[in-house]
T-cell receptor
Framework: QKEVEQNSGPLSVPEGAIASLNCTYSDRGSQSFFWYRQYSGKSPELIMSIYSNGDKEDGRFTAQLNKASQYVSLLIRDSQPSDSATYLCAVNFGNEKLTFGTGTRLTIIP | KAGVTQTPRYLIKTRGQQVTLSCSPI?????VSWYQQTPGQGLQFLFE???????NKGNFPGRFSGRQFSNSRSEMNVSTLELGDSALYLC?????????????FGSGTRLTVV
């Protein structure tokens, strides 16, 4: 069974620090990887996508992919209280759907 | 550009009843996927429709069904509701089938079964 694993947290990070969120997946042949942010009571919002090994930066967010280790991470620089949310890792295993991890709850402490 | 629209936003039903949820995808998106989200199980895939055909189905009982219309709008139906069906039901649309480029989610329908 294709699986996506995340540490459920909660992860607490001081304001202004770097938050690091990690995700592992079970299928080395996976091609597409995504990070979603979900605020309490809201629906998931796509914040980053990554398709090839290495880093991809978008503003304060950096996604890192290592296919050999089956590992994808999200770094949030200069963390703000508004970054407090649950972060969902999603993987397209090529079987016509996105499989989600259970999410990591992040709290930014002012 | 309008996003993904789900109706209704909230629903309260009694055990044994049935319910129909509606989803209108982003204009031009032909793929619609449905997920169930609960605190214990996270996001669980229900099914995906593309060009009016179900392309993939998750591990849910036959009480859960769906369809897609020619304008890409989709509905899902749950019959003989159980207490455990209480959840947030999310619809997601994408341009292509399979989520290769990610999904855009609607605001969801919060279903409570009493």
């Amino acid at each position: 069974q294709k699986e996506v694993e995340q540490n459920s947290g909660p992860l607490s990070v001081p304001e202004g620090a770097i938050a690091s969120l990690n995700c592992t997946y079970s299928d080395r042949g996976s091609q597409s990887f995504f990070w979603y942010r979900q605020y309490s009571g809201k629906s998931p919002e796509l914040i980053m996508s990554i398709y090839s090994n290495g880093d991809k930066e978008d503003g304060r967010f950096t996604a890192q992919l290592n296919k050999a280790s089956q590992y994808v991470s999200l770094l949030i620089r200069d963390s703000q209280p508004s970054d407090s949310a649950t972060y969902l890792c999603a993987v397209n295993f090529g079987n016509e759907k996105l499989t989600f991890g259970t999410g990591t709850r992040l709290t930014i402490i002012p | 550009k309008a996003g993904v629209t789900q109706t209704p936003r909230y629903l309260i039903k009694t055990r044994g009843q049935q319910v129909t949820l509606s989803c209108s995808p982003i204009s031009g998106h032909r793929s619609v996927s449905w997920y169930q989200q609960t605190p214990g199980q996270g996001l669980q895939f229900l099914f995906e429709y593309f060009s009016e055909t179900q392309r993939n189905k998750g591990n849910f009982p036959g009480r859960f069904s769906g369809r897609q219309f020619s304008n890409s709008r989709s509905e899902m139906n749950v019959s003989t509701l159980e207490l455990g069906d209480s959840a947030l039901y999310l619809c997601a649309s994408s341009l292509l089938m399979g989520g290769q480029y990610g999904y855009t989610f609607g605001s969801g329908t919060r279903l409570t079964v009493v």
